[in-house]
Each structure stands twice: as C-alpha cells, then as structure tokens.
C-alpha cells in the first residue's frame, strides 16, 4: 500500500492538499492523486500488515507547511499529555483512599469481600502474618448511620446459624498419640504433701552443666535472662541428693488465670502475687499451652522451633526451690504438714486461643479442631483451678483495638474495621458451624479486629465439657472495679488461701489499678453511638446465653 506522505502526518505545504484527505485509503494511488504526482512528494512504504498505533515517522522539514498541521500535531500531543495526568490522578487517589499495601487498586464497593475457606493445604508453608491473604477484604467506605440496616442484616444473618452444639470430648489415648514426649515428662501421680502438682526428676547433668543452656525463653528473649542467671547460680543449692544421684523438683500450676486480653487479668495477677502463698512463673504470661509449645514466638513472624514442656517447666523453678524447702524442713517431715504455697500462671491467651490446631491436628472435623487446650491441661491436671475475668465485650473490643492498633486510630476507624470484620464473620458462619469459625486460624487473622474474642460463651462451655462448674471461677472486671476487696476475697475463698492481716490485706486491694488505658487513647473518647449498637446487637445472643450457663443476669452487660 501507498500513501501521501504530506497526507498521512497531516504536514501540508498548502490548502489545496485538502483533496487529498478526500483520496487517500486502501486504494489511495499516488500516481492518481492529481497532488501527490510532483517531484517533491515522497511516498511512504509500508508491508501489506497492518500499521502499528504507535510509528515514528522521519519527514523533511518544510519552511512553508501550514499551522494547522502544526497545531494538529501540538493538540494531538497536549491530550495524550491530559490523559496520562488523569489516568495518573485516578490512581493516586484510588490508592490514598483504600489505603491499599500491596498494589494500587480502584475503589472496591463496599461490603465485598473475598470468599471463605479453611482448607489447610492452602496454609501449608505460609507464616501466620501471611494468613490474611486468604481473606483479602476490600476497604470500607461507609456512612456511619445510613449503612447501618445494612449491617444489621449481616448481624442478623449471624444469628440466625448460631447454634451451641457441645463437643465431642478426645479420649487419653488420642491425646497420647498427638503429644507423646509430653506425657513421657509429665508423670500421673504427684507428691501428696504438696497442693501443686509436683514431682521429683533425676538430673544427669555435673556442676559445670548449665540446666538452662537450651531454655527457648532464654534465648529469644533478653528480658528474662536475668531470671535465668540467677536461677543458675543457685540450681546445685536445690537439687535432692538421694543415693549418689540428684533430683530436681518439677511443678505445674496449681492455678490458671485463663483469660479474656483487655479485662483485667493483669490487675488481677498483680495483687494476687502479693498475697504470701501465691507464686507465679517467672514470666507473666509464657503462652506455651496456646503458642509456644507449637513454635510461635509472634504470632506475625510464624513459626519457630516448638518449645518443649521442659523449658515451661524450668519457669516454675523459682516457685518450685521454695516449695522443696518447706517439703524437706524437719518439721514438715515430723507432722506431715501440708505445703500452702500454690503456684498461678496468667496467660491471658489459654482460654481462647487455640489457633494452631491446623497446623498440626488432623483436620478432619469439618473445620472444628479435634483437641483444644483444655483437653490436654486436664489430661495432667484434672484437679486445676481456673479463673477467668471477663467484661462488657463491646468494651473489650474497643480497648483491644486501642491497645494493639499501631497508628492511625480513630473512632471511625475503629467503626469500618468492625464492620470489616463482621462481614467477615458472617462469610464464615454461611458455611461452617459456629465453633469452626471461633477456632478458624486464617478468619481470625484476617479479622482487623478481634470479634471472636469476645464470644465468652463459645469457650466457656467448651471448657466444660472436660472441667467441673466448681473449678471455674468468673469474675467481672465492672464488679473487680466497684470493689476491690470483694473480689479478692472471692478469689481466695475459691483458691483456699488462708487469712490475712489488715496490712497485707490492704496492700493487695488498695494498690492502685494496673494495666489502664493510656492518655494518649483515652483522648480519643469513646466509640461511635453507632458502633456500640452494632456490637451490642452482634453480642447480645452470645451474652444471652453466657448469663444463662453462670445464672447470672449481670453478663447481659445491659447497664454499661
């Protein structure tokens, strides 16, 4: 094919090439058209394809060619240039709205939402702060009030397919075959003289062996190396000698204070370590029933290697010197007395967090894991007593987001993220049981806040079906505020501590409150009006059936 240079890039030396616009085409000849026949013209070849949008054409420069051309080409130019700076600002503004991370997306609707799974081969190899790309939620745009029949339909959807169906409890022998160097440490029958239960174990090491060379909390953490060279330098002091061998006394906790995060657990553990016959492990919280024992030191660095029960073990060993002094002074060995030190253990994590079952448990039950925490700290201790402090959940989930959230927190944020995680929820419970979705290590992750926390039921009843009503103690953080004292007392009578005098007495209830909220989030104020009716409406079923289980009315929380 021919065509017309001075035609095809529109650089005409005169208006009378406008009859050529007219001519040229597939079939334009450059022999007919009565403009194109002079010598000046030059042709331009091209194959029998199709011409590329994007040619770049080389032409002689002519002096007398008209502006309009030149304009032509200079207007053509300027909206390529407008175009691009639109296309430009699309997508700024698409990414500074939706705050996308990972790539630059145009606005999503609101209320849509990447689809549910809890298939595990999915998770194989991926850490857990890679869970969250299994729920890939759009960003919410919302209006506070207008979208809130919206979210009250997801909310009732929610409740529509609650149902509290109990559990099938895991047989000794199946809980042997999942953890069996747990249970070659842990012995069945303890020391009789002793609350806790205690046991002797044969130390094979000479003095030069340090017995805490391999503790994992040693070694990941500097803040409890302290502790650790401390207890090296007296850990000969306290062995047993018996027949040219040496012993050391193994504890476990005679106590749990098993939950909830952000209800007081650590006021609670604060001024029960005052009382004279309470000792707890040397770390507050050591999270090795829920995480360590799987290898999760963070949860978003996934996992490491897994702790074993021996170095959970070795935090109770300051606890354990002490009990070994009373159990071999003379006058305990002549009446038989009774030792009254009792060891707790706060790990706020171990009533609910059971996310790691997955991974390392036979997912054969529908989405529901087979063994929960409980099953296996009854298995060693059927004669455990367990404390859980508790409070208004649409608090507790106001308070966990101000403690946790990083940056950029506001109380509209907080709203989107509720919604967020409620639709969430709601793709999850469509598909799978109630207990499923509580226990669902990739929903919870992707979750921007966490709900499930806050469902105290699921899990207390859950943990009834291995632990008697008698060995759980609830409390309310509302009722722990209003009055120190009585709660404390509470908690003694329940762990048969003995009296106490009027100073020590005092100084465990009047010490001043632990673990508030700092200045810094207080200055936000409270959550939206809205927020709250949407979590009291998402709540109320769960808080329904909790005051039943405890006959209670106080865990309606319908005063707060």
């Known amino acids: 094919m021919r065509y017309c240079i001075n035609c095809c890039i529109h650089l005409l030396p005169n208006d009378l090439h406008r009859q050529c616009f007219r001519c040229r085409g597939p079939n334009h000849n450059n022999q007919k058209c009565p403009v194109c026949k002079g010598e000046n013209k030059i042709p331009l070849y091209t194959d029998s394809k199709q011409m590329k949008l994007l040619a770049v054409l080389e032409v002689r420069t002519d002096h007398s060619e008209s502006w309009n051309g030149f304009f032509c080409l200079r207007k053509g130019r300027l909206c390529s240039l407008i175009f691009g700076l639109i296309i430009m600002t699309l997508v700024m503004a698409s990414y500074i709205l ?43 745009n919302i209006s506070y009030v207008k979208d809130y029949p919206s979210i009250k339909l997801i909310i009732d959807t929610i409740t529509s397919k609650i149902e509290f169906i109990t559990r099938q409890r895991p047989d ?57 060279d401390y207890l090296r330098k007296v850990f000969w002091n306290h062995l047993y000698h018996y027949k040219d061998k040496h012993y050391r006394l193994r504890c476990l906790p005679h106590f749990y204070i098993i939950g909830q995060p952000k209800c007081g657990t650590t006021d609670l553990y604060d001024r029960l370590r005052l009382h004279p016959d309470v000792r707890f492990s040397a770390i507050k919280e050591p999270h090795w029933w829920t995480r360590k024992r799987f290898g999760i030191i963070r949860l978003r660095d996934g996992f490491h290697d897994r702790y074993p029960v021996e170095d959970y073990l070795d935090l109770f060993d300051l606890a354990a010197h002490q009990i070994q002094g009373v159990l071999q002074s003379e006058a305990a060995k002549e009446r038989g007395k009774m030792n009254n030190i009792i060891i707790g253990e706060a790990s706020a994590s171990t009533m609910w967090d059971n996310n790691a079952w997955i991974f390392f448990y036979d997912n054969s039950t529908e989405g529901e894991p087979p063994f929960l925490i409980q099953d296996f700290i009854h298995a060693f201790q059927p004669n455990a007593k367990l404390i859980i402090m508790l409070r208004d959940p649409v608090e507790r989930l106001y308070s966990d987001y101000l403690y946790f959230a990083s940056a950029n927190k506001s109380v509209e944020d907080f709203h989107e993220k509720v919604a967020e995680s409620l639709q969430l929820f709601e793709n999850c419970m469509l598909d799978y049981s109630l207990r499923a979705c509580v226990y669902n290590n990739t929903l919870n992750n992707a979750m921007p806040v966490r709900l499930q926390v806050g469902l105290y039921v699921v899990y207390l009843l859950d943990w009834l079906t291995v632990f008697d009503k008698d060995q759980i103690l609830v409390l309310r953080l509302e009722d722990h505020a209003s009055n120190v004292k009585y709660t404390m007392h509470m908690v003694f009578q329940f762990l048969d501590l003995g009296p106490l005098s009027e100073k020590q007495e005092a100084l465990i209830t009047k010490s001043p409150a632990s673990n508030t909220r700092r200045p810094e989030d207080r200055s936000l104020g409270p959550m939206l009006p809205t927020t709250k009716a949407i979590l009291r409406d998402f709540y109320r079923p769960f808080n329904t059936k909790l005051a039943q289980v405890l006959f209670d009315d106080a865990f309606l929380w319908k005063r707060t």
């Open 172 to 228: 000794l022998e199946e809980l042997r075959k999942q953890e069996p160097h747990m249970f070659s440490v842990i012995p069945n029958k303890f020391l009789p003289n002793s609350k806790n239960p205690c046991w002797y174990e044969e130390y094979r090491g000479n003095t030069t062996t340090d017995p805490y060379a391999t503790n994992s909390y040693a070694l990941y953490s500097k803040r409890f190396r302290t502790i650790f």
């Open 98 to 140: 939706t705050g996308a991370k990972h790539g630059l997306l145009l606005i999503p609707s609101p209320f849509h939402y990447g689809a549910f799974t809890s298939n595990p081969s999915l998770m194989d190899n991926e850490s857990l702060s890679d869970m969250k790309d299994h729920y890939q939620p759009s960003k919410m």
